[in-house]
């Protein structure tokens, strides 16, 4: 009983459990602490690429460069991967701008049947005229335009997109 009693060996164990137990918090602690901080580095570059992507955006809506004018009948379509130009007052960003002409399928993709299928319904062929001047038109009026920016230090990249539409386009509708 009298070795039970004495608590004198217990102080030793009880520093160690209480040393053990602070470096576990701490350590815990200390983890959090750096996860949040590099999350909110990761996020205060995220935003700044957001920024960045709406400016170019507007400026490009508002202020088209020439040879994306629909209207000046030379469009420089995209077909391969973006090329980056550095932006002036960012010089840790670069963008890429691609413009994409809008397709749309041939009237016989759509209706499953082929062109060799002469079909005299008069119905059928109205449909097909007027598929048609919607195609055309759509094509000559709407442009997806995607803007990329890049943070050369980091390689993250935000994809902004939208519709460019011509403002100066006329809709022409012909059915004969």
């Not at 009693?5 to 959090?32: D, H, P, Q, R, Y």
């Not at 935003?47 to 000046?72: G, H, T, V, Y």
């Not at 749309?104 to 048609?132: A, C, H, L, V, W």
């Amino acid at each position: 009983m009298r070795v039970l009693k004495n608590e004198e060996g217990m102080s030793l164990i009880e520093v160690i459990t209480a040393v053990f137990l602070f470096a576990i918090f701490i350590t815990a602690f200390m983890t959090t602490q750096g996860n949040n901080i590099t999350t909110s580095i990761r996020f205060k570059d995220e935003l700044a690429l957001k920024d960045i992507a709406e400016i170019q955006m507007q400026e490009l809506i508002l202020n088209p460069p020439e040879d994306f004018r629909p209207s000046a009948g030379k469009v420089n379509i995209s077909t391969s991967t973006p090329k980056f130009e550095k932006i002036d007052d960012y010089p840790d960003y670069q963008v890429a701008i691609q413009l994409f002409k809008v397709t749309i399928p041939e009237f016989e993709k759509i209706t499953g049947q082929s062109e060799e299928e002469n079909n005299p319904d008069e119905d059928q062929s109205m449909q097909k005229r007027i598929y048609d001047n919607f195609k055309k038109n759509m094509e000559q009026l709407v442009w997806q335009v995607l803007i990329t920016v890049k943070h050369v230090p980091s390689e993250q990249t935000y994809d902004l997109s939208t519709w460019l539409y011509n403002q100066n386009g006329r809709l022409q509708f012909d059915i004969q």
